[in-house]
Structures are given as C-alpha cells and as structure tokens.
C-alpha cells in the first residue's frame, strides 16, 4: 500500500505551541507506577486537552461566530475560549451527551442545541447549521488547527520526557492520536491508540483502508463515541501509528477507579489510555495521556 500523502507535518505542531503558548497550561508528567507515567491534561485549562486544538484552531482563524459539535469537552473549551474573545458559540450535541457537561457550556455563556441521534447526526447538523448562518464551523478533532494543536500534548511529552519509547493515546475522533502521530514524526516512540471495543472506528477503518462509519456505540466513554475517523486525522494515523488496542468499560472503569484512587480525578475517556496501557501491558518509559477530567461532584461523566 502506497504512504499517504500529509499535508502537515511536525512544524505544524511546532507552530501551533508558539501560537497557543499564552494559552494554555503545560501539563506535568506524574508518576504512575514503574515505569509508566500521566499525562495530566485533565488539569488543563477547560478540564481536558481538547483546549490546545480549540485555542490554535481560534487564534490562527478569523471568527464572528463559531459553530462545533461535541460531546462535551471541546464545547466547553470552545465556549471558554469564544467567551474571552467575544465570540458567540453555538454547541451541538447529541442527546445523549452528557447533560453535566452541557449545564457546563451553557454556563459559559454559549448555546447548546440538542439533537437526536449519534456522533454523525450531530455533525451534519453543526455543519448545516454553520452553513445557513455563514459561521465558522470548528469540528472537535477534523480539523488541521485543531489536530495540530492537540500534538502539543505529545510534543510536551516528548521534550521534558524524550526517552519515552511508548506513549498510550486515547481514540475517538482521532484529533489526540493524529496529532500524537505529528509530533512523534521524527521520533522513535511507539505510539498507541486506544478504543473503546465498543467503537473501534479507526481499527476497522484501518482494515479496511479507507474511513468507515459505525452505528452509534454505547460505552462508558462518552468523549469516544465518534463513528467514522475524521478526513484529516485518518491518513495521518494511517501513516504513523504503530499499533490500536481495544479496552472494554470493565476495563475503563478499572482504571478509572485506580487512577482516581491515587487522586487523578479523571473521567472514562481521561481513562481510557491508562486502561489500554493495563491491558496491553508496558515496560520503562512508557506514558498514558489523562486526556480529561471534566466530572460532577459525584464522579459521573
């Protein structure tokens, strides 16, 4: 099979930390247990990663309005950000998403519409939406900003950390991964995404050599349940990542209970990469991204 072709590189991911930089929180590594350490992008601004892609996709696009769908925490960064710019933002989710997670956006002052259906009928309906209002339209993950912004997290990683020889990355849209696989171009780390097995859209799209899309999933995950790997994210993965593993929510909601535990107030997706690292198992120098800690006060998501 020929290589695809990346219209971005690791200079993009570079660039996107520069223009970020004032922006965000660099986040520490945390010792894990032997020879596996976290992440900590649930202590990110906005309680998880995903205000890295929406802070480069923002400042690197001129906006009046913008437009997303999500199932929670890129609506609330999106919504953080658009407040201290003087964006209004409109956030579409399925229903299903988490309604904590919604009360949370509408908070920060942004709309929420809700619509039936999965991850695919609210995507159509951000970009109709965006369409008849002449918005701009910030997918959470299929986006070059926003997939070059998230490859900060690993270029972090890789810079107080260079020794790292596998780096476990939770998968749902596919922006983290991709944007995991940018930075890690010229570097010797593994890198591996994790599913969960109830939506392995990027496992089977892989297979498959071309994006399929899935029925809606039920997991515990609720930022994972994206059905067909994004345009930007899949030739990118394609090209670089070295392995997909797959963690049912027994296994999400071990890890979670563990890491939470220990005092990382992760929720399930944050867990996901942790849970994948358990299964798979790891040896030294091996890092698990907490992609987010956005939960109520009970620990739901």
């Known amino acids: 099979m020929t290589a695809p072709t990346l219209r971005l590189g690791r200079a993009d991911v570079r660039a996107a930390a520069e223009r970020i930089a004032d922006h965000i929180r660099?986040?520490?590594?945390?010792?894990?247990?032997?020879?596996?350490?976290?992440?900590?992008?649930?202590?990110?601004?906005?309680?998880?990663?995903?205000?890295?892609?929406?802070?480069?996709?923002?400042?690197?696009?001129?906006?009046?309005?913008?437009?997303?769908?999500?199932?929670?925490?890129?609506?609330?960064?999106?919504?953080?950000?658009?407040?201290?710019?003087?964006?209004?933002?409109?956030?579409?989710?399925?229903?299903?998403?988490?309604?904590?997670?919604?009360?949370?956006?509408?908070?920060?002052?942004?709309?929420?519409?809700?619509?039936?259906?999965?991850?695919?009928?609210?995507?159509?309906?951000?970009?109709?939406?965006?369409?008849?209002?002449?918005?701009?339209?910030?997918?959470?993950?299929?986006?070059?900003?926003?997939?070059?912004?998230?490859?900060?997290?690993?270029?972090?990683?890789?810079?107080?950390?260079?020794?790292?020889?596998?780096?476990?990355?939770?998968?749902?849209?596919g922006g983290l991964l991709a944007g995991a696989c940018l930075a890690a171009l010229d570097h010797p780390v593994r890198v591996i995404g994790v599913e969960p097995a109830a939506c392995r859209r990027y496992a089977r799209s892989l297979a498959a050599g071309h994006p399929v899309e899935l029925p809606p999933p039920d997991t515990v995950a609720d930022g994972l349940r994206g059905q067909r790997p994004g345009e930007v994210p899949f030739p990118i993965i394609q090209h670089r990542v070295d392995d997909l593993v797959a963690v049912s929510d027994e296994d999400i909601n071990h890890a979670l209970d563990l890491l939470r535990r220990n005092g990382v107030n992760a929720e399930p997706s944050g867990a996901v990469a942790f849970a994948g690292a358990l299964r798979a198992g790891w040896h030294a120098d091996t890092v698990a991204i907490v992609s987010g800690g956005n939960t109520t006060p009970k620990g739901l998501p």
């Open 26 to 173: 660099p986040t520490p590594l945390l010792p894990c247990q032997p020879g596996l350490r976290l992440k900590a992008e649930h202590q990110q601004r906005g309680g998880s990663f995903k205000f890295r892609g929406a802070a480069n996709a923002l400042l690197g696009t001129p906006a009046t309005a913008v437009v997303t769908g999500s199932s929670g925490n890129h609506g609330i960064a999106v919504a953080t950000l658009g407040a201290r710019l003087g964006i209004p933002v409109t956030v579409v989710m399925a229903e299903a998403a988490s309604q904590a997670k919604a009360a949370k956006i509408r908070d920060l002052g942004a709309t929420v519409v809700a619509v039936p259906g999965g991850v695919a009928a609210r995507e159509r309906h951000a970009r109709d939406l965006a369409a008849r209002t002449g918005a701009f339209l910030l997918p959470s993950s299929d986006h070059d900003l926003v997939v070059a912004g998230a490859g900060t997290v690993t270029l972090e990683i890789l810079t107080d950390a260079p020794d790292t020889a596998a780096l476990f990355v939770p998968t749902g849209g």
